[in-house]
């Protein structure tokens, strides 16, 4: 998929646009990219960096990095994307200047924009008004009970399974593996130590059953209390691997919230109960 940062970059064809910020790319979203993908002409997405709403000073947790969500949207089939930075600057922008020169600059013919969408200075841009410009402007109704806020909720709460149900896939956390405290390693379970972006959800502390790739993985989320840690780690132990990680990214899915974080009487009780998580994540069920 070729990734755009400004209209010039992209070939004025005829197009159909996705638009929105599609944070997650859950299953209402990828409604939309469907009918995008399936209109007949260059499947095309404008989308959003940083969300909309951090422009205004909110902080939003979000539930996928760019990177991630740009391989999302390629695996639906999407051709071409554009990343428009969203800055207060360009939400005062008239909603008649952004069509123009964010969806008729590179041929947009097709646009399709979720129930309720939103664009242009005080939000007065909608379906309707860019009818009214020429465009096909096609609504995709709401997917019930399906919203990055809901998802959020379940994630923050650890009831994983019911996030993945409304993604179509595992949560995620994605980030870059560094060095550690390598307590893994002389355990006898060597861990890769995640870091992720401030911005990324990260979903309540526990020990999770899940997957990198084709590898089954247990998971750690949490201050590590057996060794009195007060900083938020992120570790995988994947199943059946040896390597060296070190500066790559890793999407993390979470299949299952196995069980808290705590504090163990001894490190031999410690070694006892990781070896029964790394058991239970060998008989975990992907989500979806």
């Avoid at 064809?13 to 859950?26: K, L």
């Avoid at 980030?175 to 405290?181: A, I, K």
């Avoid at 060296?244 to 705590?262: A, F, H, K, N, S």
Wanted: proline residues 5%; charged residues 25%.
């Amino acid at each position: 998929m070729n990734v755009a940062r400004t209209p010039e970059e992209l070939e004025e064809r005829p197009r159909a646009v996705a638009i929105g910020t599609f944070d997650g790319v859950h299953l209402g979203h990828r409604a939309v990219i469907r009918a995008a993908v399936d209109a007949g002409l260059t499947p095309t997405v404008v989308t959003f960096d940083p969300h909309p709403r951090t422009a205004f000073g909110n902080r939003v947790a979000l539930l996928s990095t760019l990177e991630r969500r740009l391989d999302l949207l390629a695996e639906l089939g999407v051709q071409d994307t554009l990343v428009v930075e969203f800055t207060p600057a360009l939400a005062s922008v008239p909603p008649e200047d952004f069509a123009r020169d964010y969806l008729a600059r590179i041929g947009a013919e097709v646009v399709v924009c979720g129930t309720g969408f939103r664009f242009g200075r005080e939000r007065a841009g909608d379906c309707d008004l860019l009818r009214a410009l020429g465009f096909d402007a096609r609504e995709v109704p709401l997917v019930q009970g399906i919203s990055s806020t809901r998802i959020r909720q379940l994630a923050e709460a650890g009831e994983i399974e019911g996030a993945a149900r409304l993604l179509g896939r595992p949560l995620e956390v994605d980030g870059t593996v560094v060095s550690g405290d390598h307590r893994g390693g002389t355990l006898g379970f060597p861990t890769a130590n995640l870091l992720v972006s401030p911005e990324l959800l990260v979903p309540e502390f526990g020990i999770y059953a899940g997957a990198v790739g084709d590898k089954r993985a247990a998971i750690s989320i949490g201050v590590n209390p057996h060794y009195g840690g007060t900083e938020r780690r992120i570790e995988a132990y994947l199943l059946d691997w040896t390597g060296d990680l070190y500066g790559d990214r890793l999407v993390v899915e979470l299949w299952q919230r196995l069980r808290d974080e705590r504090a163990f009487a001894s490190e031999a009780e410690l070694v006892d109960q990781i070896a029964r998580d790394v058991e239970e994540t060998r008989s975990a069920v992907r989500p979806v």
